[in-house]
């Protein structure tokens, strides 16, 4: 089936720059390696897209119209079709301290945010910056090996793929839709609930929608907070000191050595009594020596 615009896709790529021959750009997990530009946080995987949406350059999305799903092809933009010639007009020069405020270390070839705009420092000295508002591949040319991977039809799949679009730090799975001829609602997963810059993220989700599916009238998002379960506490069970056992001594041993300790106590006590014998003899013979001297 032959790709139209405003079809939702998901494709795969690997960007290169012509001039210089580098890879800068890639969906590919193994390719991003290789070229050292892997991100740690960046998420590999065929990239979702609705084509005509500016999503890619305008020059790589007009050269899909008409191919098939499934694919390969290599496509070589202008900078005119990429991302546009280097204008002078959109170099600045702004003071060090500037930075210093914000809080950022200017540092040259970064890319920055500043004045809420993406830039690259091009040059650091005598307490200015050199600031290129010029995009990074500007006046480059480019080439795309792209294939589209899958031309999506499921409307709940579209819906998801948007929404993962807008907020890609919860894996799309996690959403779920409870969707009927004219509304949608969203459930938002508890990961999602404090996300910087949450709202401004269902507000690109509901533009998306009401442009693409115009029989929605409806659309909300609904969070669920639940309650913890408490966990149950943990009763332990107190032995009575008499009743333990030293561990690994059997029933019979443990018997012999309470009959052993038991004869033992009962010698220890008769000895106590033969003891005391003398001092009663001792005072017999005292007595009778008494009753002598009576005589």
Same mark, same amino acid.
């Given at each position: 089936?032959?790709?139209?615009?405003?079809?939702?896709?998901?494709?795969?790529?690997?960007?290169?720059?012509?001039?210089?021959?580098? %890879?800068?750009?890639?969906?590919?997990?193994?390719?991003?390696? =290789?070229?050292?530009? !892997?991100?740690?946080?960046?998420?590999?995987?065929?990239?979702?897209?609705?084509?005509?949406?500016?999503?890619? &350059?305008?020059?790589?999305?007009?050269?899909?119209?008409?191919? =098939?799903?499934?694919?390969?092809?290599?496509?070589?933009?202008?900078?005119?079709?990429?991302?546009?010639?280097?204008?002078?007009?959109?170099?600045?020069?702004?003071?060090?301290?500037?930075?210093?405020?914000?809080?950022?270390?200017?540092? @040259?070839?970064?890319?920055? /945010?500043?004045?809420?705009?993406?830039?690259?420092?091009?040059?650091?000295?005598?307490?200015?910056?050199?600031?290129?508002?010029?995009?990074?591949?500007?006046?480059?040319?480019?080439?795309?090996?792209?294939?589209?991977?899958?031309?999506?039809?499921?409307?709940?799949?579209?819906?998801?793929?948007?929404?993962?679009?807008?907020?890609?730090?919860?894996?799309?799975?996690?959403? !779920?839709? =409870?969707?009927?001829?004219?509304?949608?609602?969203?459930?938002?997963?508890?990961?999602?609930?404090?996300?910087?810059?949450?709202?401004?993220?269902?507000?690109?989700?509901?533009?998306?929608?009401?442009?693409?599916?115009?029989?929605?009238?409806?659309?909300?998002?609904? /969070?669920?907070?639940?309650?913890?379960?408490?966990? &149950?506490?943990?009763?332990?069970?107190?032995?009575?000191?008499?009743?333990?056992? @030293?561990?690994?001594?059997?029933?019979?041993?443990?018997?012999?050595?309470?009959?052993?300790?038991?004869?033992?106590?009962?010698?220890?006590?008769?000895? %106590?009594?033969?003891?005391?014998?003398?001092?009663?003899?001792?005072?017999?013979?005292?007595?009778?020596?008494?009753?002598?001297?009576?005589?």
């Amino acid at each position: 089936m032959a790709i139209k615009p405003g079809d939702f896709l998901l494709v795969n790529f690997t960007l290169k720059v012509k001039e210089s021959g580098e %890879t800068v750009d890639t969906t590919y997990d193994a390719v991003a390696k =290789d070229a050292h530009i !892997h991100g740690q946080d960046s998420a590999y995987g065929p990239r979702f897209i609705i084509l005509g949406e500016g999503w890619l &350059p305008k020059g790589l999305e007009d050269s899909l119209v008409g191919i =098939d799903a499934g694919k390969a092809t290599t496509v070589e933009l202008t900078p005119e079709k990429g991302f546009g010639n280097r204008d002078p007009a959109k170099m600045r020069l702004v003071p060090l301290r500037r930075f210093r405020d914000k809080g950022i270390d200017p540092v @040259p070839g970064a890319q920055v /945010e500043f004045d809420g705009r993406p830039a690259v420092v091009r040059a650091v000295g005598a307490g200015r910056v050199q600031v290129d508002y010029n995009h990074p591949l500007a006046g480059r040319t480019l080439v795309y090996d792209v294939s589209v991977e899958k031309v999506l039809e499921d409307e709940n799949e579209k819906i998801l793929n948007i929404i993962s679009k807008r907020i890609p730090e919860v894996d799309k799975s996690k959403f !779920h839709l =409870d969707r009927s001829s004219s509304e949608v609602i969203i459930d938002v997963p508890e990961e999602a609930f404090y996300l910087s810059g949450l709202q401004v993220a269902k507000k690109a989700v509901i533009s998306d929608i009401q442009k693409h599916f115009p029989e929605l009238d409806t659309i909300s998002f609904r /969070e669920i907070f639940k309650r913890t379960a408490p966990k &149950p506490e943990t009763v332990e069970e107190t032995i009575p000191a008499e009743s333990q056992k @030293p561990a690994g001594v059997s029933e019979s041993k443990q018997a012999l050595v309470e009959s052993e300790e038991s004869g033992s106590k009962t010698s220890r006590k008769k000895k %106590t009594q033969s003891a005391k014998k003398p001092a009663t003899s001792g005072a017999r013979k005292r007595a009778m020596m008494g009753s002598e001297s009576q005589r």
